[in-house]
T-cell receptor
Framework: DAGVIQSPRHEVTEMGQEVTLRCKPI?????LFWYRQTMMRGLELLIY????????DSGMPEDRFSAKMPNASFSTLKIQPSEPRDSAVYFC?????????????????FGPGTRLTVL | GEDVEQSLFLSVREGDSSVINCTYT??????LYWYKQEPGAGLQLLTY?????DMKQDQRLTVLLNKKDKHLSLRIADTQTGDSAIYFC????????????FGQGTELSVKP
């Protein structure tokens, strides 16, 4: 399998512009996670989906952020309008199951990330 | 809330053993993971341990879990320059709905 695929790898945009980050999870994985990594806050979970349905979006910073998963093989994270403080690396991860049964299938696998710079 | 703490930096010489430590606060943690992040790359799963285990060995990697002290360690034997990276400890429980709680990461520097 190719692993989790994210695009673009790098994005530079100006404040106020709309940004769309894309993710293709590992085929067959039922769970998809979006994380953000910054120096100040480390790795934070933004939202996760189960079978394309958002389950927990409590980590989404504000209404400027939205995420969708129209099908099992594609998800987007959108920021509109973007602000300089949104600059970070955004990771997508997927897993077959959620933690609970102490099986390796619960493990989350991460994509390479999208480095976003908002000027 | 749940918290995971790691020291920020570790420097060792090539060939020595490295020990990266992690403490966590959630006593109900059922899964503990070690991820490796190389510069400009995503997180790569190194190994994991379940809470009903005390130790897990995988080639050069040894994970020790002390549930009483809520302490997790990752030992890398015969550390190589290619091991230079940031190492993240993470934990989750069933009650957290699959959320991984990450430590700040330990930057390992291996000097030749």
């Amino acid at each position: 399998d190719a692993g989790v695929i994210q695009s673009p790898r790098h994005e530079v945009t100006e404040m106020g512009q709309e940004v769309t980050l894309r993710c293709k999870p590992i085929s067959g994985h039922d769970y998809l996670f979006w994380y953000r990594q910054t120096m100040m806050r480390g790795l934070e979970l933004l939202i996760y989906f189960n079978n394309n349905v958002p389950i927990d979006d409590s980590g989404m910073p504000e209404d400027r952020f939205s995420a969708k998963m129209p099908n099992a093989s594609f998800s987007t994270l959108k920021i509109q309008p973007s602000e300089p403080r949104d600059s970070a690396v955004y990771f997508c991860a997927s897993s077959l199951r959620l933690a609970g049964n102490q099986r390796a299938t619960d493990t989350q696998y991460f994509g390479p990330g999208t480095r976003l710079t908002v000027l | 809330g749940e918290d995971v703490e790691q020291s920020l930096f570790l420097s060792v010489r090539e060939g020595d053993s490295s020990v990266i430590n992690c403490t966590y606060t959630d006593s109900s943690s059922t899964y503990l993971y070690w991820y490796k992040q190389e510069p400009g790359a995503g997180l790569q799963l190194l190994t994991y341990i379940f809470s009903n285990m005390d130790m897990k060995q995988d080639q050069r990697l040894t994970v020790l879990l002390n549930k009483k002290d809520k302490h997790l360690s990752l030992r890398i034997a015969d550390t190589q320059t290619g091991d230079s990276a940031i190492y993240f400890c993470a934990e989750t429980t069933y009650n957290q709905g699959g959320k991984l709680i990450f430590g700040q990461g330990t930057e390992l520097s291996v000097k030749p």
